[in-house]
């Protein structure tokens, strides 16, 4: 397995073919599309969140990091993190019917969004908490065939440190896991792996989706003074299994009713009662055999 980023394989012209975008889904275990989102839409997400941190002294008037890097899961993180996950322009986004659209299209049937939306707001110079490289079923479970739907929210370069992916990758088991600094906590080892790393700038409004057994990484943030703001949303088939607590906030700092406080649009609230979902019991030997082996 080499460490060298090729550019992504684009499928924006497959968009009006739904078996070519299956079909490569199962070859690459990825698609990538060039703005499929409103770029409108999404710097509306991108300068609420934005606003919450100048306001915590996170970033100053022209949005350059600022102060201190705040790493996910600190004590001083949460200052800017429970606001965001109360934004109901956050929590929308991903019912956009262009996400919707392309996820029913792959899973052939009802589309489900799982609730627990996440923000990354990743500070300059902070390398050694990169996300290590992993596959998402570890941490999401349920049915295998989850799809994480990775958006920037503003242009993004490869020095920002967006997502590469190793292509192929879903084809393989779920691989062991060790402990690792980063979102998540886990790693894999990749270097045996005869795979190829796929990678390429963003631009706002682009977006990445990959299913729960592919592995990726998230690429460190090498610029000066730029946050990289950018989001994850997850996606399934209404009829797949779910572990009970992926209907949870989170994170799980806030419940539900302190999230929906200020919010304006109902249809978005707790969307998920009444639908036939199956929900399963997490199994976390995943993180008890690394601690073991650490």
Known sequence: MTDTLIPFRESTALLGQPEALRNQMQEDGYLFFRGLLPLSVVDEVYQAILQICREQGWADAAGHAQGPARIEGAPDFWEVYDRVQTLE?????????ELLRLIEILVQEQPFLHPRNIA??????TEQFTTPAHQDFVHIQG????????????????ALGGVAVLAGSHGLDVLPVHKA???GGLGVDTDELALAWHTSDYGAGDVLCFHSH???KGLPNRTTDQLRISVDYRY???????VEDGLLPHYNRLTWDQ????WQRPELQYYWRNL??????????????????M
Do not use: E, K
């Open 143 to 158: 049915t295998p065939d989850v799809y994480t739907t990775w958006i920037p929210l503003r242009d993004c370069p490869v």
């Open 259 to 262: 999230i929906y406080q200020d």
């Open 276 to 293: 036939p979902l199956h929900t399963v019991t997490r199994d976390r030997s995943y993180h008890q055999n690394a601690m073991v082996r």
């Open 214 to 216: 592919t592995v990726h």
């Open 89 to 97: 322009l956050f929590h929308a986004l991903p019912h956009r019917p």
């Open 120 to 125: 990354r707001i990743t500070f300059p110079q």
């Open 236 to 242: 399934q088939g209404v009829s797949g299994a779910l």
């Open 181 to 183: 600094s980063g979102a």
